[in-house]
């Protein structure tokens, strides 16, 4: 049974969610002038600020362990530092497939300092708008992992959502580990719109 509280933090999420996503339409030119109104209240009233998502590999075992396991993922209409943080485990496209998708977590945003282990290796800052992604198999080689050190920083807009939920069998599933702040922030959403048979009917199929 979900609190009023909850969802009164929840409603508060998805007004910010739907005003974000009708702005970044609207701007994008993909929703006109008169069409505003309906886009922000079809989004408020009947849209979800989560998606499922199947993960392919064994890259962020044992974070994420299992290939085919399903997801649940929060929508970011904005992926910058106001909604993503370091420390998140995030789903983005892929720099070198970009209808591909992958399942990484955020290790540094914009004005980081990144230093490698190799000494012939020069450090670097990572401009405004990048970040790089790791993948957390330690039993991988770097060039398997397909991450941030084989491919590079990443732009922001790459990254799509924020995973907040595994599901590896019907009787194997929890939350996945984000940044305090995001676990925090995603809480009510979770509450809300977590469905664990659906997930296992979808994972089944």
Not at 61 to 73: D, E, N, Q, R
Not at 134 to 161: C, H, W, Y
Not at 162 to 190: E, I, K, T
Request: with cysteine; proline share 4%; charged share 25%.
């Amino acid at each position: 049974m979900v609190s009023t509280f909850t969802w009164l933090r929840y409603l508060k999420s998805k007004a910010q969610y739907s005003a974000a996503l009708s702005y970044k339409n609207h701007k994008g030119g993909l929703v006109k002038d008169n069409e505003l109104f309906d886009f922000l209240w079809k989004h408020f009233f009947h849209g979800k600020m989560t998606f499922l998502h199947w993960n392919k590999g064994e890259e962020m075992a044992p974070t994420i362990s299992g290939k085919g396991a399903t997801l649940l993922v929060r929508r970011l209409p904005f992926p910058d530092r106001r909604y993503v943080y370091v420390g998140d485990v995030v789903v983005l496209k892929n720099p070198e497939k970009p209808d591909d998708y992958l399942v990484r977590r955020l290790a540094a945003t914009g004005g980081y300092e990144m230093a490698s282990t190799d000494q012939k290796d020069e450090s670097f800052v990572l401009e405004r708008g990048q970040c790089w992604v790791v993948a957390e198999n330690e039993k991988l080689k770097v060039k398997e992992a397909n991450d941030s050190r084989t491919f590079g920083p990443i732009q922001m807009t790459n990254i799509v959502g924020r995973v907040l939920y595994c599901l590896r069998s019907a009787v194997d599933h929890g939350r996945v580990q984000n940044s305090p702040f995001s676990m925090q922030n995603d809480s009510p959403v979770l509450e809300v719109e977590l469905d664990v048979d659906e997930m296992a009917k979808s994972h089944k199929a």
